[in-house]
């Protein structure tokens, strides 16, 4: 059997007919940029994120760059981020001219340690930046109240949550604004690159739109210094052509990661989902010692796993020069050298996931380890955390 990481292929054919009918609407109207449909998609996510406001814009990155614009960071200022992210988090902050300060993880959930955020704030410190990782959303209570206590913006990088909860609160709600994603593989994706800003303020809201559009207030009528960054028609059409169906994907990706925990808590360490939250599984991330070893046996089998991410962004080779060290993240650095990605979209047949599981205990029991023990990680945050040393 073969069980791809992922399979946009697939999840065209399966809603061919609504993305189409809204590409061709699009192509028919000879409007295609900042035009109805992106306005009907923003005014479509604000009603799913369920208040605010929401401001399309080019990608992701842009995404955080708009929003950290809108808090007037610059040159001279420091943003607190975590180094367990996708790398264009922190390409973000650099466009800004101001300079990241990483945080330590919590293991459980690896996203932001709020304990460890209080520590790194400087009177440079200007904005936080919690990324909602592989779909779970960060400790928020304690994230926005060391904010308010030290008045730092925050905004909520929800790349990999759209759908997520936290206390029954929308992923994006929460602080000042929240960044999302619509790179095709997210849980909700256009046919190319996209993303959009919520806010929960009409102010900053017109104030991203004129960012996003050179900083226009009208047209010819520049208020502020601005980018281009704009979600384009074709891409809000197919946005607003999927909206409907993001919950039960999200469903899905549930679905199958409690099929894939019960079926691999044994040999592996599995996610752990936190009572306050919803997780929506952007990807079903695993850890073992044996990493490399049982990527190549689930390659041999047809199972194709992926690592995110190998690297923490602090010791990349591109922010050498932040000097940050081996050793000065070590939650941060335990998992980066253990976590597995398994195969997780929602067209994923509960065939398919068996295979994995299966594959996975093969990989294990054809191999002999010693007894596994169980230990107290040393960098665990502030929740207990527990891994078989020998998984």
């Known amino acids: 059997m073969k069980v791809p990481f992922g399979n946009l292929k697939a999840h065209y054919h399966e809603y061919k007919k609504e993305i189409d009918t809204a590409v061709q609407r699009v192509l028919d109207s000879g409007y295609f940029i900042l035009g109805p449909e992106l306005t009907k998609f923003e005014k479509e996510f604000e009603e799913y994120l369920g208040n605010g406001y929401v401001s399309g814009c080019a990608n992701g990155t842009d995404a955080i760059y708009l929003a950290l614009m809108a808090c007037d960071v610059g040159l001279g200022d420091e943003v607190l981020v975590v180094a367990h992210t996708a ?3 922190i390409c973000a902050v650099r466009m800004t001219g101001a300079q990241p300060v990483f945080v ?5 959930n690896y996203t932001m340690d709020a304990v460890d955020l209080e520590s790194k704030i400087s009177e440079k410190t200007k904005a936080v930046i919690p990324v909602h990782l592989y779909g779970q959303m960060a400790d928020m209570d304690a994230i926005m109240a060391v904010a308010k206590k030290h008045n730092l913006k925050v905004i909520e990088d929800c790349a990999q949550s759209t759908g ?7 992923a994006g709600t929460i602080g000042d604004f929240g960044t999302f994603s619509y790179y095709p593989s997210k849980n909700i994706g256009a046919f190319g690159d996209g993303g959009a800003v919520s806010t929960n303020s009409r102010e900053n809201y017109d104030r991203l739109n004129m960012l996003r559009n050179y900083g226009q207030s009208k047209r010819y009528y520049h208020d502020t210094e601005g980018i281009n960054s704009r979600l384009d028609e074709i891409q809000a059409a197919i946005l607003s052509a999927q909206l409907p169906y993001v919950h039960e994907w999200n469903t899905r990706r549930r679905e199958i990661a409690e099929r894939y925990t019960r079926g691999l808590k044994d040999v592996v360490v599995t996610p752990q989902e936190l009572e306050s939250s919803y997780h929506v599984y952007h990807l079903y991330v695993v850890q073992t010692n044996q990493r490399e070893e049982l990527i190549e046996f689930l390659m041999d089998r047809g199972v194709q796993a992926l690592i995110h991410y190998p690297i923490p962004a602090h010791l990349q080779k591109a922010y050498a020069y932040l000097d940050y060290k ?7 650095e335990y998992v980066c050298k253990r976590i597995v990605s398994l195969p997780m979209f929602p067209e994923l047949t509960d065939e398919q996931v068996d295979y994995v599981i299966e594959s996975v205990k093969d990989f294990f029991s054809s191999r ?8 107290s990680h040393p960098h665990a945050g502030t929740q207990p955390y527990e891994v078989a040393i020998n998984s």
Do not use: C, H
């Open 104 to 108: 330590d993880i919590d293991v459980n």
């Open 164 to 170: 997520a909860l936290y206390k029954g609160r929308m």
């Open 87 to 89: 790398v264009p988090t």
């Open 326 to 332: 081996p050793g000065s993240l070590p939650a941060t």
């Open 368 to 375: 002999t380890f010693a007894q596994p023990k169980m230990e």
